[in-house]
C-alpha cells in the first residue's frame, strides 16, 4: 500500500536555486496539504488544496508556490531558495473536510539549503 | 482562531510507567480532536481521535477522552514501552475550515529499559 509517497526524500541546495517537491497519492483523496516541519514549532501549514485545479494559501505561504493538475498529485514550488526554507516538508492528504476524516502523511522531505 | 497547547517536552519515562501527556485546545466551532505519532525518519501516523464530547478514542493501548467542559484530549497508557518512543502531536480538524488541522508543537517521548 503506497498511501502517499513523497520524493525526492533528501535534498541540498544552494542559496537561489530552484527546486519542485512531489507528492502522489494513491487513495482518490479530494484535499492534499503541504506543511513544513521546525524544531519546536510542529507542523506549519503552508499551501492546500481541496481538489483537482485548485489551491489556497495557508499559514506560511511566502516563497512556495504550488499546483495541482491532477487529483492525485500535489507539488510545491521553491523559486529560489532561501536558508530559512530549510526544513522537513510533508504532505497529507483526506478524502475530505468532514470531522472524522485523519490526514494521511508520507514520509517526508528533508530540504537543506546552503 | 484555533489552537491546540501540549505539555512541553521532553518526557523521559521507565519502561511500564504510566503516561500522560496534556492537550488542551482553543476552537470556534465543534472540532475533531486527534493523537499522531511520529517515529524517527517518519511521517505523522494517525494514533487515535475522537470527533465528539466524552467520546474515548483508544488504540495500542493508547486513551484519550475528548472533554469538552476542559477543552482537553489527555492522552494515556498504563505502561509505556521502548517502542513508544516516539514524538505525538495533538491536533484538531475544524470541518468548517476546509478541513484544516490545526497541530500542537509536539511531545517527545523516550522510555528506557
Known amino acids: 500500500n503506497a498511501g502517499v509517497t513523497q520524493t525526492p526524500k533528501f535534498r541540498v541546495l544552494k542559496t537561489g536555486q530552484s527546486m519542485t517537491l512531489l507528492c502522489a497519492q494513491d487513495m482518490n483523496h479530494e484535499y492534499m496539504y503541504w506543511y513544513r516541519q521546525d524544531p519546536g514549532m510542529g507542523l506549519r501549514l503552508i499551501h492546500y488544496?481541496?481538489?483537482?485545479?485548485?489551491?489556497a494559501k495557508g499559514e506560511v505561504p511566502d516563497g512556495y508556490n504550488v499546483s495541482r493538475l491532477k487529483k492525485q498529485n500535489f507539488l510545491l514550488g521553491l523559486e529560489s531558495a532561501a536558508p530559512s526554507q530549510t526544513s522537513v516538508y510533508f504532505c497529507a492528504s483526506s478524502y475530505s473536510a468532514g470531522a472524522n476524516q485523519p490526514q494521511h502523511f508520507g514520509d517526508g522531505t528533508r530540504l537543506s539549503i546552503l | 482562531g484555533n489552537s491546540v497547547t501540549q505539555m512541553e517536552g521532553p518526557v523521559t519515562l521507565s519502561e511500564e510507567a504510566f503516561l500522560t501527556i496534556n492537550c488542551t485546545y482553543t476552537?470556534?466551532?465543534?472540532?475533531?480532536l486527534f493523537w499522531y505519532v511520529q517515529y524517527p525518519g517518519e511521517g505523522l501516523q494517525l494514533l487515535l481521535k475522537a470527533t465528539k464530547a466524552d467520546d474515548k478514542g483508544s488504540n495500542k493501548g493508547f486513551e484519550a477522552t475528548y472533554r469538552k467542559e476542559t477543552t482537553s484530549f489527555h492522552l494515556e497508557k498504563g505502561s509505556v514501552q521502548v517502542s513508544d518512543s516516539a514524538v505525538y502531536f495533538c491536533?484538531?480538524?475544524?470541518?468548517?475550515?476546509?478541513?484544516?488541522?490545526?497541530f500542537g508543537d509536539g511531545t517527545t517521548l523516550t522510555v528506557k529499559p
Open positions: 476552537a470556534t466551532g465543534y472540532p475533531s
Open positions: 488544496s481541496v481538489g483537482e485545479g485548485t489551491t
Open positions: 491536533a484538531l480538524i475544524d470541518a468548517t475550515n476546509a478541513g484544516k488541522s490545526t
